[in-house]
């Protein structure tokens, strides 16, 4: 198992800065995906950014050139730095990672309890 514990939730202002921690732990051979996914009231979870253990990135449109992620392999932690945040940004917030608890295993997801950001004036 591997438990997830997420930081940096809170309220901004619009054009404001937050950055969104998430540190894994537990029986873990590799972590092959970190990534976080939004989720706002009403709509569908929705991912935000993913970063691999070769640090490729993948971003949602709605947030590149805002957002950025990043990761520590040697402490299995991804964080996720937002700068000039919209109103749109506001959601509950989720890390999610896809890890191996052994070479030969295959990868099992698991997600944060999430983190709620409010970006309102």
């Known amino acids: 198992q591997v438990q997830l514990v997420e930081s940096g939730g809170g309220l901004v202002q619009p054009g404001g800065s937050l950055r969104l921690s998430c540190a894994a732990s537990g029986i873990i051979f590799s972590i092959d995906i970190m990534g976080w996914y939004r989720q706002a009231p009403g709509k569908q979870r929705e991912l935000v950014a993913t970063?691999?253990?070769?640090?490729?990135?993948n971003y949602a449109d709605s947030v590149k050139g805002r957002f950025t992620i990043s990761r520590d392999n040697t402490k299995n932690t991804v964080n996720l730095q937002m700068n000039s945040l919209k109103p749109e940004d506001t959601a509950v917030y989720y890390c999610h990672v896809s890890s191996r608890s052994r070479p030969w295993s295959a990868s099992t997801d698991y997600w944060g309890q999430g983190t709620q950001v409010t970006v309102s004036s």
């Open positions: 970063i691999t253990s070769s640090y490729n990135t």
